[in-house]
């Protein structure tokens, strides 16, 4: 059950995700203070945090496509369950601030970030609509000018949530998050060594006929010295045999198979001079572990 459970993370991942969206949308939207939803809540934890948490992952090279794209089902959710809510119930939008924010400062703000006024003026709110709704609230309003904010709300988690992150999501596929390295000054030198010295000469021959692209886990594929055909259906990865299998791993492997759904994928044990047995069966067994029957090692 743990082994199925694992094989299909990504997509359990994916429904966590959009359950989590659309139930943080819909609580916000049922959260009234003085007989109002405040937009600013609904656009802080709805559309500015997700999307800053996906720009800034994907400026310091942190976004994995697994996590981007389950930011893409995150507002995905957000934005079913807000249109699924107001084309059944009347919910009345209002702001307020403790700060001294007039409405005019606001509605600028509101207005510079909607991108969008540039072909759907009716998905911006006006200063009137801004104006009015701001707490406390004139008796002779119009109870339905509360409502006037429902096509900003969509229009911001559509562009802002759903579109952008994205966006986001296309270009984590071809970033390579950074890796991480705990080293001690005692392995230092041997550090050095892993950076300059990939070997398993013995096993290359095993490559000799076939044809494969070449992908490499953290190793530089250039130093194998191994012909590889850019074209071939076939996959060859190269990764280290004595670094533990992590789940990180198999997130990069999950993704290669989807990817290449109908071809053979091998993984090359490369070493520090060479390749030791009780590691490559450590890696057999890992995968043998989370139920990947159809990978060979070769060793």
């Given at each position: 059950?743990?082994?199925?459970?694992?094989?299909y993370?990504?997509k359990l991942f994916?429904?966590?995700?959009f359950i989590f969206?659309?139930?943080?949308?819909?609580?916000?939207l049922s959260?009234e203070?003085?007989?109002y939803?405040?937009v600013?809540?609904?656009?802080?934890?709805?559309v500015?945090?997700?999307?800053?948490?996906?720009?800034?992952?994907?400026?310091?090279k942190?976004a994995?496509?697994?996590?981007?794209?389950?930011?893409?089902f995150?507002?995905?959710?957000?934005?079913?369950?807000?249109?699924?809510?107001l084309?059944?119930?009347?919910?009345?939008?209002?702001w307020?601030?403790?700060?001294?924010?007039?409405?005019?400062?606001?509605?600028?703000v509101?207005?510079?970030?909607?991108?969008?006024?540039?072909?759907c003026?009716?998905?911006?709110v006006?200063?009137?609509?801004?104006?009015?709704?701001?707490?406390?609230?004139?008796?002779?309003?119009?109870?339905?000018?509360?409502?006037?904010?429902?096509k900003?709300?969509v229009?911001?988690v559509?562009f802002?949530?759903?579109l952008f992150?994205?966006?986001i999501?296309?270009f984590s596929?071809?970033i390579?998050?950074?890796s991480i390295?705990f080293?001690?000054?005692e392995d230092l030198d041997?550090?050095k060594?892993?950076e300059?010295?990939?070997?398993?000469?013995?096993?290359?021959?095993?490559l000799?006929g076939?044809?494969?692209?070449?992908?490499?886990?953290?190793?530089d594929?250039?130093n194998?010295d191994?012909k590889?055909?850019?074209?071939?259906?076939?996959?060859v990865?190269?990764?280290k045999?004595y670094e533990?299998?992590?789940?990180?791993f198999?997130?990069?492997l999950d993704?290669v198979?989807?990817?290449?759904?109908?071809?053979?994928?091998s993984?090359f044990?490369?070493?520090l001079?060479?390749?030791?047995?009780k590691?490559?069966?450590?890696?057999?067994?890992?995968l043998?572990e989370?139920?990947?029957?159809d990978?060979?090692?070769?060793?």
């Open positions: 059950m743990m082994n199925y459970l694992y094989r993370k990504n994916y429904i966590i995700s969206g659309a139930s943080l949308s819909s609580g916000l959260f203070t003085n007989g939803v405040n600013i809540y609904f656009l802080l934890f709805v500015v945090i997700p999307f800053l948490v996906s720009f800034f992952s994907l400026i310091f942190r994995y496509a697994t996590s981007s794209l389950a930011g893409v995150f507002s995905l959710g957000a934005l079913i369950a807000i249109v699924f809510i084309a059944f119930k009347y919910v009345p939008f209002g307020s601030s403790t700060m001294d924010i007039s409405s005019q400062k606001f509605y600028d509101l207005n510079y970030f909607a991108f969008w006024k540039f072909f003026k009716e998905c911006v006006s200063l009137d609509v801004v104006k009015l709704s701001h707490y406390p609230f004139s008796k002779s309003v119009d109870p339905m000018t509360f409502g006037k904010w429902w900003f709300l229009a911001s559509f802002y949530g759903v992150r994205f966006l999501y296309l596929l071809f390579k998050p950074k390295e080293v001690s000054d041997d550090f060594e892993v300059v010295s990939y070997e398993n000469k013995k096993d290359k021959s095993l000799d076939k044809k494969f692209r070449l992908l490499g886990y953290y190793v594929i250039d194998l191994i590889q055909d850019p074209n071939a259906k076939d996959i990865i190269a990764v045999s533990p299998p992590i789940l990180d198999f997130d990069f993704e198979i989807e990817e290449n759904p109908n071809s053979k994928i993984l044990m490369v070493g001079n060479e390749v030791k047995e590691d490559v069966d450590m890696w057999i067994r890992k043998i989370l139920g990947y029957k990978i060979e090692v070769l060793s």
